[in-house]
């Protein structure tokens, strides 16, 4: 049997072990450390480019949409169980993130929510990469719990009503494409426009968690910027950094703000 060196590495390789290369041929080894060291292609903000379709994305949607059937087959027990008040989020702090995977009982909500989701979700999940998506979507969904919080009265009823939805989250994810598509140097008057209609809605329609819209919204403004403005070389630095500081800030505001009430005020 014939064997042929390696072009790299110059060990002898058998035929079945041969790759073609762009002189020669190479062994097996060789072409699977060239495929490590090879850095992949990435987006203009430092996300992983790839195909298919948008898992977190659509992992997200999914969540919701079995979360929404169990709070309709639950009778509302499954909506008591991980609805967000203020009140109750200082004990049960995961609230803080799980109403945003509940909605009412009306389709129409869900609905839009998802919507919403899709027509921005894919798009920057392609941008950022899934793991800085995955953040941002978090995050945001914890900053529209905190403008609850934040804006609630300890001694009137908005201490004590359930807040749920993905509108806090969805809300820092149209936040967050304003400066990236500006960095793209694309028109972002349409997401504003939108973003605007949305905030009128509360005075036209009732029971909308306006504060939720807004504690998104200053959260995806925020982590969008950062992310969009990161040097090349600072890039994957700023990704994880820059959400570490986000959540630093929402958890000092959140201990701020319960360690203001007066508690004897409420009895």
């Excluded at 001694?155 to 993905?166: H, I, K, Q």
């Excluded at 349409?190 to 200053?218: E, S, Y």
């Excluded at 950094?241 to 360690?259: D, E, F, M, Q, R």
Aim: charged content about 10%; proline content about 6%; some cysteine.
């Amino acid at each position: 049997m014939a064997y042929v060196r390696c072009q790299r590495c110059g060990r002898p390789t058998c035929p079945e072990c041969q790759r073609p290369a762009a002189v020669g041929v190479q062994c097996v080894d060789c072409v699977a450390q060239a495929a490590k060291e090879t850095r992949g292609a990435r987006t203009v903000f430092g996300g992983a480019v790839r195909g298919g379709r948008p898992v977190v994305t659509l992992t997200i949607v999914g969540m919701c949409v079995v979360s929404w059937v169990l709070q309709l087959s639950t009778g509302g027990a499954w909506t008591q169980q991980w609805a967000f008040s203020p009140a109750i989020g200082e004990v049960e702090p995961w609230r803080f993130l799980t109403a945003a995977f509940l909605h009412s009982t009306t389709p129409l909500h869900i609905m839009f929510n998802m919507y919403a989701l899709w027509l921005v979700g894919p798009f920057l999940e392609q941008a950022f990469g899934r793991g800085r998506f995955l953040a941002l979507y978090l995050l945001a969904a914890f900053g529209g719990s905190v403008g609850v919080l934040l804006l609630a009265d300890p001694l009137g009823p908005s201490w004590n009503t359930g807040v749920v939805g993905a509108s806090g989250a969805v809300f820092g994810l149209f936040g967050a494409i304003i400066p990236v598509l500006r960095r793209m140097g694309r028109n972002a008057g349409q997401i504003v426009v939108l973003i605007a209609i949305n905030m009128a809605l509360p005075f036209l329609v009732p029971n909308i968690a306006w504060q939720a819209h807004i504690g998104g919204l200053v959260v995806g403004l925020v982590i969008g910027a950062g992310f969009a403005a990161a040097p090349r070389d600072k890039q994957k630095l700023v990704g994880w950094a820059l959400p570490a500081a986000v959540g630093v800030v929402l958890v000092a505001l959140t201990v701020w703000k319960y360690s203001s009430v007066d508690y004897l005020a409420l009895f």
